[in-house]
Structure formats: structure tokens, C-alpha cells
């Protein structure tokens, strides 16, 4: 398609999205009803981006040996827009995810910058539980989480080889619910495709899997 046709496409969409927010904002409706529509705006945003020649951009390192964090299939993240959930594999660059100012301790937008798909042949399976549900979590083993500390405020990232029973993982919606609670770490022999999300820089670099806030790169 005609990159000018595209642009055109992109802009209506972009009036479209603008709309579609004052409407769920200033109007009753069904929740199930303004997250379809957020869905729909979203998809549109990822055709246009794809017909501008904007694809994913996959980098391929076996084993993971470079010390990048990355997730399974299937993890989900918490996108910017009306609280939508996409899983790992579906994100593209220049996709908004909700990330944390850590000096203001509050929620910010984190822009993907690139999107990598590793190989690897052992990943750490971490059991969390809140409130008496559990999640499981499947993820390489230097991908880094936010463990909190017991006795103050704050929090270190920390690998998740090594992260121990009983550590509190912080939680996007803690105030409401509170924080995860590591309650297993296995180490798994497994080969398998990770993914993994490298932000822009200029923010905290940081993202929320499953609620839980991690962190790609050393800190």
C-alpha cells in the first residue's frame, strides 16, 4: 500500500482511538463493551504500523547467553491502553506498556523499542501467590524482578536465579491487593523460545508481566 494512503489510515485511526476514549470517559459504558473497543483501535494501530513497513524486528541468540530476561509464550503484559492485556509474543516496537516511575513511585509508559526471540534450553518456573490464587511464571534465569524489601520501603531488582521462597514481589495494584509471594522456584532443563522486551530509553526501562514489574537489563 502506498505509504501516504497508510499515513492517512494512521491518522484516522489515531481520531478514532482519541474518540473512543472521550466516549468510555464521559459515557455508561459496559466495560466487556469499551475493552472490545480498545481491542479493535489497538489491532488497527498494529495494521497500520505493519503496512508503513514497521514489522516486529526479531533478533535471534541462542541459549540466552547475553544476560537478556525473557518470558514463555503466553505471558501477559499490561498494556497502556484501557488496561489491556497482550501476551509477550503479540507486542511489537513501538507498543505502549505500563511501566513504573521508581522516584515517583507511580505508573508511567514505557515504549517497546525492540522485541527479541531467544532460544533456550533452561528456564526458572516460579509459583506466586496472592490472596490464595497462584501464578505461574516461566522465565530465563536473569530475568529480573522487583523483590521488595521486608523491613522499609523499596525494593531491588533481582535475577530470578535468585530469588528465594517467601520473597515479596511487587504487584502493579498493591494498595488494592497487596504483593506476590514467591511460594516454589524450580529450575527446569526445557528447550524453548523466549521472548523479551527492550524499552526506549529515556523511562525506567521497566514493564509489568502477569502484574509483577520487571526489568530487562542490569541495573
Known amino acids: 500500500m502506498d505509504k501516504s494512503v497508510a499515513a492517512w489510515f494512521r491518522g484516522q485511526v489515531d481520531l478514532l482511538g482519541h474518540n473512543l476514549k472521550r466516549l468510555t470517559k464521559y459515557t455508561s459504558i459496559p466495560k466487556g463493551a469499551s475493552e472490545a473497543l480498545m481491542d479493535a483501535v489497538y489491532q488497527c ?7 508503513q513497513g514497521e514489522e516486529k524486528k526479531e533478533e535471534v541468540v541462542l541459549h540466552n547467553d547475553d544476560g537478556f530476561g525473557c518470558f514463555t509464550a503466553g505471558h501477559r503484559i499490561q498494556m497502556v491502553w484501557a ?28 515504549v517497546v523499542k525492540r522485541v527479541i526471540l531467544s532460544k533456550t534450553n533452561k528456564v526458572y518456573e516460579i509459583k506466586l501467590l496472592l490472596n490464595g490464587i497462584t501464578t505461574k511464571i516461566e522465565c ?19 535475577e530470578a536465579q535468585h530469588l528465594r521462597k517467601d520473597n515479596l ?14 511460594d516454589s522456584i524450580t529450575k527446569k532443563e526445557k ?16 514493564f509489568f508481566v502477569e502484574d509483577i514489574l520487571v526489568h530487562n537489563l542490569k541495573v
Open 83 to 110: 488496561g489491556l492485556l497482550r501476551p509477550i509474543q503479540s507486542i511489537i516496537p513501538g507498543d505502549e506498556v505500563q511501566g513504573w516511575d521508581m522516584k515517583k513511585n507511580s505508573g508511567q509508559v514505557s
Open 45 to 51: 494501530n498494529r495494521a497500520s504500523a505493519i503496512m
Open 169 to 182: 514481589l511487587f504487584h502493579r495494584c498493591n494498595t488494592e491487593y497487596g504483593n506476590y509471594t514467591v
Open 191 to 206: 528447550d524453548a523460545v523466549v521472548y523479551g522486551l527492550e524499552m526506549e530509553v529515556g523511562n525506567n526501562r521497566n
Open 140 to 158: 530465563t534465569p536473569k530475568q529480573r524482578f522487583l523483590k521488595l524489601y521486608k523491613n522499609k520501603s523499596g525494593g531491588l531488582f533481582t
